[in-house]
Structure formats: C-alpha cells, structure tokens
T-cell receptor, first 112, second 113 residues
Framework: DGGITQSPKYLFRKEGQNVTLSCEQNLNHDAMYWYRQDPGQGLRLIYY???????QKGDIAEGYSVSREKKESFPLTVTSAQKNPTAFYLC???????????FGQGTRLTVV | GENVEQHPSTLSVQEGDSAVIKCTYS??????FPWYKQELGKGPQLIIDIRSNVGEKKDQRIAVTLNKTAKHFSLHITETQPEDSAVYFC???WGGGADGLTFGKGTHLIIQP
C-alpha cells in the first residue's frame, strides 16, 4: 500500500532536548512538507522540500531543522531553541504543487 | 502570499440537516481548492476538490461550489450523519506555489443526534 508514515505517534521531550520526528513516503512524491497544528490555529507550515537535498523555511521555522537526503524521507528535528514545542505535527507530500496533499497520521509531541 | 479565511470556526447541526462551510481566498492566481476532513488524533484526508475551470462538483452527499469572481468557495454536506463530525479544512493552491497549499483555520462540525 502506498502512503505516508509518521513515527512515533506520541513523543515526550524533556526541557533542553532535541527530538527527531520521522516521515517516510512511498508515493514517489517530490514535494514534502511539515506542518504544526495547535487548537484553533489550523495548519502552519514549518519547512518544505520540493526536491532531494533542497528545502526551504516555512512560516514558523525557528527552532526546527530538517534534512532531505532521500526522496522518501523528510525528518524534522525539534531543537531546544523551540520554546513552545508541545503540538501535533503533520507531515504531507504532493506529486506536484497543484495536486492532492497526502498526510501522515501525525505525531503528538509533549514537553515534560 | 495567499490568505484563506474559513467560517464558521464551529458549526453544530441536527442529524439529517445540511451543513455549509465557507472559505474566501485572496490570490486570484489560485486554481485548486481541496477540502480535507480530520478526525480526532488523525491526519487530514481529502474528501473533495475543485479546480477553477468548474463551478460545482458533487460526490454523493458532499458538494463544493466555487465563485472565482468573488474568490470564495463552499462545502455543502447534506443529510448529515454522526460520522460527519470532524474538523474540516479548506485550502487553496496554484501551480507556482512552491510552498504548497494554503489552509484555512478549520471548522469543527458537530452533528447533534
């Protein structure tokens, strides 16, 4: 089955720690995205990548980093510089810019 | 850049009644308008989409209308059922938008039994 997989589903982070969220897709999509979702805020774009080894900052990139070493994978690292990291994180991919976005099931990150 | 406004933020309807969610967009270059349904704790899933060369599209109980002149589009759900309860997002996109779709802030639809 083709799809987009995020892991883990739940993640707990201590203050001052970096954590990495995984996103893998087997849809052969070039474009991949990371969104942050908070109650009442909709989907806010963190980073996006249109091609391997290239990525751009979205609207709320501060405190986050990404890599795109393989077409299938677009991991997101939440660094200790992100002051309010508790949120639901969604990864998505698209075949092209004006096509359906496929979402993963999300990772809920909580700072403890 | 594109800005998408979505209303209402919460909508409560009686089971069997219709529900309408409205969105406006700012960039006249946008030509792709999908709607997503998100159930609690899950990722959004596409339920219907429309491109700017058509004014209306239907799929069973769901329909979307687009008014390009006024830059607004709407989701219509008829004969609502309990399983329609979810958060719905509208979005807008265009071929040159490298940063992908721009999403509205979502509507929490509640179906009252």
């Amino acid at each position: 089955d083709g799809g987009i997989t995020q892991s883990p589903k739940y993640l707990f982070r201590k203050e001052g720690q970096n954590v990495t969220l995984s996103c893998e897709q087997n849809l052969n999509h070039d474009a991949m995205y990371w969104y942050r979702q908070d109650p009442g805020q909709g989907l806010r774009l963190i980073y996006y990548s249109q091609i391997v080894n290239d990525f751009q900052k979205g609207d709320i990139a501060e405190g986050y980093s990404v890599s795109r070493e393989k077409k299938e994978s677009f991991p997101l690292t939440v660094t200790s510089a992100q002051k309010n990291p508790t949120a639901f994180y969604l990864c998505a991919s698209q075949l092209g810019m004006n096509t359906e976005a496929f979402f993963g099931q999300g990772t809920r990150l909580t700072v403890v | 850049g594109e800005n998408v406004e979505q209303h209402p933020s919460t909508l409560s309807v009686q089971e069997g009644d219709s529900a309408v969610i409205k969105c406006t967009y700012s960039d006249s270059a946008s030509n792709y308008f999908p709607w997503y349904k998100q159930e609690l704790g899950k990722g959004p899933q596409l339920i219907i989409d429309i491109r700017s060369n058509v004014g209306e599209k239907k799929d069973q109980r769901i329909a979307v209308t687009l008014n390009k002149t006024a830059k607004h589009f709407s989701l219509h759900i008829t004969e609502t059922q309990p399983e329609d309860s979810a958060v719905y997002f509208c979005a807008a996109g265009w071929g040159g938008g490298a940063d992908g779709l721009t999403f509205g802030k979502g509507t929490h639809l509640i179906i009252q039994p």
